[in-house]
């Protein structure tokens, strides 16, 4: 069956704007993964000096355990294992790093098709969410890991008569991976406040709802901290407790939320009320 010019014209019509938004997000795709692939390139570059930077906590923990700092050593046992380790640290840090310029990115892709409150409205989260992300990974950096670090040299036993010596040689890869999972896991678990904010603004969720599961709440952060954590109690608790207090700023910054809307609700019934007054008030043109 043949097409008529109308309906191809119209097709082509319908058609147009999904190429263009198809070449948008093309372009946004290109910055986004040309500036990931500048900073892996950096962070390669600079990966044993990241590394070192990493071991810090490592050398505080074993300070709090009355050992030598100058003494830490980590082991690899396969020949690739070091490189490897290095391409791993060097994604993560080419992430954090470029993750304000792919946040950007999606947000001019999406931006044209918000309204001007909308815009004004998301744009705060989107600088509020790295930062929260850099307060998580600086606990973890300054306190959980020393403090796991710490637990786990506490259980490294003395060679005696009666007991071999058992001492902890880390390796590098899974020294990097419990750091990575530990900030990854704060990381998260901090950009709760915005994705509770931003439920609340689009009217999915209330701060009375956040409210009422405010014991469940509690029962899932042990849950998720129990599963994205190493299996020691005190990194668990460490990551449960600050979610919990995470989960009771989400609820303050809904209530926030809400009374800033019912504000400006009650704004507008003012203004359409007054227009109303006026109005009825003006009088009629006289007729000729």
Partial sequence: MSVSDKEREEIE?????????????????????????IAFLVCFFFAKRLFNLLVVPFKWATQWAGLDPHK??????????FFFTQVKLAMFGGMVIAFPLIATQIY??????????????????????????????????????????????????VGTNDQVQISLLPKVSEYLSLIMTL????????????????????????????????KWAIVIAFVVAAVLTPPDPMSQIGL???????YEVAIFTSRLIERSRERDRLARERQEEAGSAVAGKTPDAPST
């Fill in 72 to 81: 830490v050593e980590l082991i690899y046992t396969a020949p690739q294992e």
């Fill in 183 to 214: 900030i990854f896991s704060f990381g998260l678990v901090f950009q709760l406040p915005v994705v509770t904010s931003l439920l609340t603004r689009v009217g999915l969720l209330s701060s009375q709802a956040l409210a009422e599961k405010r």
């Fill in 108 to 157: 001019k892709f999406i931006a044209p098709g918000l309204y001007k409150n909308e815009r004004s409205a998301f744009l705060p989260f989107l600088i509020a969410s790295p930062i929260l992300f850099l307060m998580g990974a600086s606990l973890v950096y300054f306190f959980f890991t020393p403090m796991v670090m710490w637990f786990f040299l506490a259980m490294q036993q």
């Fill in 240 to 246: 449960a407790l600050p979610t919990i207090v995470l």
């Fill in 13 to 37: 019509k319908s058609s147009a704007p999904l190429i263009e938004h198809l070449v948008e997000l093309r372009r946004r795709l290109i910055w986004s993964l040309g500036g990931f692939f």
